[in-house]
């Protein structure tokens, strides 16, 4: 009997041990980012790498494959990543060292004369002050870089500096060679890597760009002079980056369609180590409190260490949709350019149209029939598989209702169309229509094509023309329909995004190879490729406020981050060319702070903002401070175990307002806010106050004047801001302080009413 209980009870051990293994074989390796109390390291651990491994070592299930720790962080956080199961991330929680962890996030990527829209010259203003950005190192986190593209040469350039520590990796089994103008060039990608579960080559391996996302923006930032660039000869003109003397260093975070928390942590503590002045990053992870946000995290470590990151404010277009909004990131949207790409028709009736396309070739077309569907519903939308070749052939063919242009330019192809007319009243940017010739008008003066057609018979186009290019299109700029709003949804009370910069049909290099229907166009049976292209996005704004904020350091290297936004923000301008507000690109309706927060950059003005809202450390601990987090989760956020907290976070020194009231309060609603400037002008000088509202909303300033005898004096003031009666959900005015020097610094001022 002893002997069968003795065999029963190491069959259930046996059982017990089967389920223990077979669960574990069963549980997925994901990649989990893992926060450590440094302090808790202990003295035998030369380094920290050493401590992680054998904490992975250690656990029962152990980690014994080195590879599976990814990365050991220093500066952006203390911790690391590694691909674990749920079970193995459970046992480490328990330990004394630890202070959180979370299963890394998958983020995604989000030119000739967008220097001359900014107002950027070589006679006067920012440029010759900054000498175009010389000493300054703008590090790119991005999908890597072309090196052989004439923005990256180093003609004119100054040699590296010395306090520059990055490297160039080029032994991947692919050249890539870094000069004077491209000084460092690395790859991040291992979680990349463990999330695809499958090799990569030695390309993808290596920093070079597969992509055009990152060459694009690099070269936006600081690409040095080529003349003669163009998109299959549209945008021609000199190329160059906005810091065009500034250096590039390279973090390559994704060969592919996504990219990898741990690796985005990893590329911004190398910059931090490699010494670079301004981190730039056209790329977001998801939405996360501050504590959980790679970005945000490691932003706030550069920010100590005095480097501006700038960060794209996301695509998506609508309310409440900012991406990268912590305090201590400078958050960039997009706007539209003066600059068109249009065509001209004129009809044998005379009347004649000028529209918008971006067909690449210059073609002319004459005495051409014209062709519409007319009460056939289907052929006049030019629906796919609707339309006759018999009909069409040969002929230039009207479509309505073109919101799907792409599929509207595949049927005129597929039955031999000459040319299209395509009629429709949203925005339409570059990539949407580029293979066949088409000519975007609007609505209303398609009616006019449609009439002409319906009433006359053998209607007929006299010319159409193709490959042309206009400047001083109204109004512009505008908030680009694809720009992220705020209100911002992790924290409202922050006025996102910051600025808007130009996003829409920008210039830039590429490599020359067709990855992208952007890149190439066919004639015949051959690829054409181009070494410049035009692409839209926030993506491509952030790289034109990391060049200007280059182009500041470059003259003021003893401002703060806080400082060089500060200047970017209260000097930007919130009137287009029509000297009205600016508009939304979607509906040509008035925008409003909530979608280009303090307005559109001006390079020239932020070089001498009178005044500054600055910031440290200890104020952005103070405002972290009134968010309700643990002391964990501060623990994680801040990388120490001790912290002192001092005011409130309503008073964090930000250049905007925004007072968040409940509509259901019969009372007048009010919000004080204080604030404190450094004078950064003249030595003596007197700023009086002025405030512009609306009805339904007050602002009292106090004082109303303020007097500075000498440059860094900081003064204090206070606004109080008032609501009253049934207040629209929005609502806003601006504080302006101006002096006799010219100098206007001006905020604007948010009211949100649910």
Same mark, same amino acid.
């Given at each position: 009997?002893?002997? &069968?209980?003795?065999?029963?009870?190491?069959?259930?051990? *046996?059982?017990?041990?089967?389920?223990?293994? @077979?669960?574990?074989?069963?549980?997925?390796?994901?990649?989990?980012?893992?926060?450590?109390d440094h302090s808790q390291k202990p003295s035998s651990f030369l380094t920290h790498e050493s401590w992680h491994q054998s904490i992975l070592r250690s656990l029962s299930n152990p980690v014994l494959d080195n590879q599976k720790l990814l990365y050991s962080y220093n500066h952006v956080m203390h911790g690391f990543s590694a691909r674990l199961t749920p079970s193995q991330v459970a046992e480490i929680r328990e330990s004394q060292a630890h202070l959180a962890s979370q299963e890394e996030s998958i983020g995604k990527l989000v030119t000739t004369y967008s220097t001359t829209f900014l107002g950027l010259n070589h006679d006067s203003g920012l440029w010759p002050s900054a000498s175009?950005?010389?000493?300054?190192?703008?590090?790119?986190? %991005?999908?890597?870089?072309?090196?052989?593209?004439?923005?990256?040469? %180093? =003609?004119?350039?100054?040699?590296?500096?010395?306090?520059?520590?990055? $490297?160039?990796?080029?032994?991947?089994?692919?050249? &890539?060679?870094?000069?004077?103008?491209?000084? +460092?060039?690395?790859?991040?990608?291992? +979680?990349?890597?463990?999330?695809?579960?499958?090799?990569? %080559?030695?390309?993808?391996?290596? /920093?070079?760009?597969?992509?055009?996302?990152?060459?694009?923006?690099?070269?936006?930032?600081?690409?040095?002079?080529?003349?003669?660039?163009?998109?299959?000869?549209?945008?021609?003109?000199?190329?160059?980056?906005?810091?065009?003397?500034?250096?590039?260093?390279?973090?390559?975070?994704?060969?592919?369609?996504?990219?990898?928390?741990?690796?985005?942590?990893?590329?911004?503590?190398?910059?931090?180590?490699?010494?670079?002045?301004?981190?730039?990053?056209?790329?977001?992870?998801?939405?996360?409190?501050?504590?959980?946000?790679?970005?945000?995290?490691?932003?706030?470590?550069?920010?100590?260490?005095?480097?501006?990151?700038?960060?794209?404010?996301?695509?998506?277009?609508?309310?409440?949709?900012?991406?990268?909004?912590?305090?201590?990131?400078?958050?960039?949207?997009?706007?539209?350019?003066?600059?068109?790409?249009?065509?001209?028709?004129?009809?044998? @009736?005379?009347?004649?149209?000028?529209?918008?396309?971006?067909?690449?070739?210059?073609?002319?077309?004459?005495?051409?029939?014209?062709?519409?569907?007319?009460? =056939?519903?289907? $052929?006049?939308?030019?629906?796919?598989?609707?339309?006759?070749?018999?009909?069409?052939?040969?002929?230039?063919?009207?479509?309505? @209702?073109? @919101?799907?242009?792409?599929?509207?330019?595949?049927?005129?192809?597929?039955?031999?169309?000459?040319?299209?007319?395509?009629?429709?009243?949203?925005?339409?940017?570059?990539?949407?229509?580029?293979?066949?010739?088409?000519?975007?008008?609007?609505?209303?003066?398609?009616?006019?094509?449609?009439?002409?057609?319906?009433?006359?018979? =053998?209607?007929?186009?006299?010319?159409?023309?193709?490959?042309?290019?206009? &400047?001083?299109?109204?109004?512009?700029?505008?908030?680009?329909? &694809?720009?992220?709003?705020?209100?911002?949804?992790?924290? #409202?009370?922050?006025?996102?995004?910051?600025?808007?910069?130009?996003?829409? %049909?920008?210039?830039?290099?590429?490599?020359?190879? #067709?990855?992208?229907?952007?890149?190439?166009?066919?004639?015949?049976?051959?690829?054409?490729?181009?070494?410049?292209?035009?692409?839209?996005?926030?993506?491509?704004?952030?790289?034109?406020?990391?060049?200007?904020?280059?182009?500041?350091?470059?003259?003021?290297?003893?401002?703060?981050?806080?400082?060089?936004?500060?200047?970017?923000?209260? !000097?930007?301008?919130?009137?287009?060319?029509?000297?009205?507000?600016?508009?939304?690109?979607?509906?040509?309706?008035?925008?409003?702070?909530?979608?280009?927060?303090?307005?559109?950059?001006?390079?020239?003005?932020?070089?001498?903002?009178?005044?500054?809202?600055?910031?440290?450390?200890?104020?952005?601990?103070?405002?972290?401070?009134?968010?309700?987090?643990?002391?964990?989760?501060?623990?994680?956020?801040?990388?120490?175990?001790?912290?002192?907290?001092?005011?409130?976070?309503?008073?964090?020194?930000?250049?905007?307002?925004?007072?968040?009231?409940?509509?259901?309060?019969?009372?007048?609603?009010?919000?004080?806010?204080?604030?404190?400037?450094?004078?950064?002008?003249?030595?003596?000088?007197?700023?009086?106050? !002025?405030?512009?509202?609306?009805?339904? *909303?007050?602002?009292?300033?106090?004082?109303?004047?303020?007097?500075?005898?000498?440059?860094?004096?900081?003064?204090?003031?206070?606004?109080?801001?008032?609501?009253?009666?049934?207040?629209?959900?929005?609502?806003?005015?601006?504080?302006?302080?101006?002096?006799?020097?010219?100098?206007?610094?001006?905020? /604007?001022?948010?009211?949100?009413?649910?």
């Amino acid at each position: 009997m002893g002997s &069968f209980n003795y065999l029963l009870c190491a069959l259930s051990w *046996l059982l017990v041990l089967f389920l223990e293994i @077979n669960n574990t074989l069963s549980e997925e390796y994901k990649t989990y980012i893992i926060h450590m109390d440094h302090s808790q390291k202990p003295s035998s651990f030369l380094t920290h790498e050493s401590w992680h491994q054998s904490i992975l070592r250690s656990l029962s299930n152990p980690v014994l494959d080195n590879q599976k720790l990814l990365y050991s962080y220093n500066h952006v956080m203390h911790g690391f990543s590694a691909r674990l199961t749920p079970s193995q991330v459970a046992e480490i929680r328990e330990s004394q060292a630890h202070l959180a962890s979370q299963e890394e996030s998958i983020g995604k990527l989000v030119t000739t004369y967008s220097t001359t829209f900014l107002g950027l010259n070589h006679d006067s203003g920012l440029w010759p002050s900054a000498s175009y950005g010389e000493g300054v190192i703008i590090g790119l986190m %991005d999908s890597g870089v072309w090196p052989e593209s004439l923005s990256f040469s %180093d =003609n004119g350039m100054p040699p590296v500096p010395q306090r520059w520590k990055g $490297k160039c990796q080029n032994r991947t089994g692919t050249p &890539f060679a870094c000069n004077n103008k491209l000084i +460092g060039a690395q790859t991040f990608i291992k +979680g990349y890597q463990a999330a695809r579960k499958k090799k990569l %080559d030695a390309t993808a391996r290596s /920093p070079r760009d597969q992509l055009g996302h990152g060459t694009h923006t690099s070269s936006t930032a600081a690409g040095n002079y080529v003349e003669g660039a163009s998109q299959f000869g549209f945008a021609s003109g000199t190329a160059k980056g906005v810091a065009p003397r500034a250096y590039v260093a390279m973090y390559k975070l994704s060969p592919g369609d996504f990219i990898a928390e741990s690796d985005v942590l990893a590329a911004m503590d190398q910059a931090i180590v490699d010494g670079v002045d301004i981190m730039s990053l056209s790329l977001h992870l998801d939405r996360r409190p501050y504590f959980q946000d790679a970005i945000a995290t490691a932003s706030l470590s550069a920010m100590e260490r005095g480097i501006v990151v700038v960060c794209a404010a996301g695509n998506q277009g609508h309310p409440n949709t900012t991406h990268n909004a912590a305090p201590w990131i400078t958050t960039v949207g997009a706007s539209t350019l003066d600059r068109s790409f249009v065509a001209t028709m004129t009809l044998a @009736n005379g009347l004649s149209f000028q529209g918008s396309s971006s067909h690449r070739e210059s073609v002319y077309i004459s005495d051409t029939l014209l062709y519409y569907g007319g009460d =056939n519903f289907k $052929k006049s939308i030019c629906k796919f598989k609707s339309l006759n070749k018999k009909e069409v052939a040969g002929k230039v063919v009207v479509c309505r @209702n073109s @919101n799907h242009i792409d599929g509207q330019m595949d049927e005129l192809n597929r039955v031999g169309a000459y040319a299209g007319i395509l009629m429709t009243d949203s925005p339409l940017f570059f990539y949407d229509y580029q293979i066949f010739p088409v000519l975007i008008l609007s609505t209303s003066y398609g009616a006019l094509v449609t009439e002409y057609a319906r009433n006359v018979i =053998n209607a007929t186009v006299a010319s159409m023309r193709f490959g042309l290019m206009s &400047f001083g299109a109204k109004p512009a700029p505008q908030v680009a329909d &694809f720009s992220s709003r705020g209100p911002d949804p992790i924290f #409202p009370g922050l006025l996102k995004p910051d600025i808007l910069a130009p996003g829409v %049909d920008i210039l830039a290099a590429v490599p020359p190879f #067709p990855w992208s229907l952007a890149d190439f166009i066919m004639s015949g049976n051959y690829e054409l490729v181009t070494d410049y292209a035009l692409y839209s996005g926030t993506s491509m704004a952030t790289p034109h406020i990391a060049g200007v904020a280059a182009l500041l350091k470059a003259v003021h290297p003893e401002w703060s981050p806080a400082a060089i936004r500060s200047a970017m923000m209260t !000097t930007a301008y919130t009137m287009d060319n029509n000297r009205s507000i600016l508009t939304d690109q979607s509906t040509n309706l008035p925008a409003t702070p909530l979608d280009f927060g303090a307005g559109h950059i001006n390079p020239n003005r932020a070089m001498d903002p009178g005044l500054i809202y600055d910031l440290d450390f200890q104020d952005y601990v103070d405002f972290i401070c009134g968010l309700g987090y643990n002391e964990t989760n501060m623990k994680a956020l801040l990388r120490r175990n001790q912290w002192n907290c001092s005011q409130e976070r309503a008073n964090l020194n930000y250049p905007s307002f925004v007072a968040i009231f409940s509509n259901k309060s019969k009372m007048v609603r009010r919000q004080v806010f204080n604030r404190v400037l450094t004078n950064v002008g003249d030595d003596q000088s007197v700023y009086q106050s !002025t405030v512009a509202v609306p009805y339904g *909303l007050d602002i009292k300033v106090e004082p109303s004047t303020l007097s500075f005898t000498q440059k860094y004096q900081k003064q204090n003031f206070s606004i109080t801001v008032e609501v009253y009666g049934q207040a629209s959900p929005v609502v806003y005015g601006y504080l302006t302080w101006f002096d006799d020097h010219k100098h206007i610094v001006s905020s /604007p001022v948010v009211a949100l009413n649910s």
